[in-house]
């Protein structure tokens, strides 16, 4: 089973900032969070992953809570693109099974004109 | 372009025959993995290998094969075992276990007749 509780679906203006809530309250000290969004019928796109510092890369900011019990994916602009499935993830650092990533449902991402 | 590809993209089979999926990456990983996506859901894993010539069940194979005889390729099969196969397949590969991200390939949504 999935770790993370995500909402089922959110709305976001276009050019305006999407902000998605993951709640991950048994988080293990070990296990980073991950990010990942699917544009219907393709492959999963990897977006960012962050351990406990706020992280930002050319497609989104992650910020972590200090007790990382949740963290919030920021679509600084979004576009129209930018609507998909996204997925909140965490995984343990260690090999064998627990290294896999474990997909929930994820939150539906709708960008509106 | 280095990446992963699926082939084909939509498949169709009789029920009580067995499929083979293609999975190829250039990108030299030595990870990959199997998962299966049904209408709504998140994805499941169904078989990674971690290493060439060397792979592990994942949380629903019942019913799947794989092989890993090259570092570039792990085709999956389907077999009549399988009690509902009808599902998107997607293939993903990264550099090593732990925490390095995973590139997904398109792809291969089949359909047992």
């Known amino acids: 089973d999935a770790k993370t509780t995500q909402p089922t679906s959110m709305d976001c203006a276009e050019g305006r900032a999407a902000n998605l809530p993951c709640n991950h309250s048994?988080?293990?000290?070990?296990?980073?969070v991950y990010w990942y969004r699917q544009i219907h019928s393709q492959g999963p796109q990897y977006i960012i992953h962050?351990?406990?510092n706020n992280e930002t890369n050319e497609m989104a900011s992650l910020i972590i809570t200090e007790d990382r019990k949740s963290s919030t994916l920021i679509l600084p602009h979004a576009t129209l693109r930018d609507t998909a499935v996204y997925y909140c993830i965490v995984r343990v650092l260690e090999g064998g099974s627990q290294g896999n990533l474990i997909f929930g449902k994820g939150t539906k991402l709708s960008v509106k004109p | 372009d280095g990446g992963i590809t699926q082939s084909p993209k939509y498949l169709f089979r009789k029920e009580g025959q067995n499929v083979t999926l293609s999975c190829e990456q250039n990108?030299?990983?030595?990870?990959m993995y199997w998962y299966r996506q049904d209408p709504g859901q998140g994805l499941r894993l169904i078989y990674y290998s971690q290493i060439v010539n060397d792979f592990q069940k994942g949380d629903i194979a019942e019913g799947y094969s794989v092989s890993r005889e090259k570092k570039e390729s792990f085709p999956l099969t389907v077999t009549s075992a399988q009690k509902n196969p009808t599902a998107f397949y997607l293939c993903a590969s990264s550099s090593g276990w732990g925490i390095n991200e995973q590139f997904f390939g398109p792809g291969t949504r089949l359909t047992v007749l």
């Open positions: 048994t988080i293990s000290g070990n296990e980073y």
């Open positions: 962050g351990l406990k």
């Open positions: 990108l030299n990983h030595d990870a």
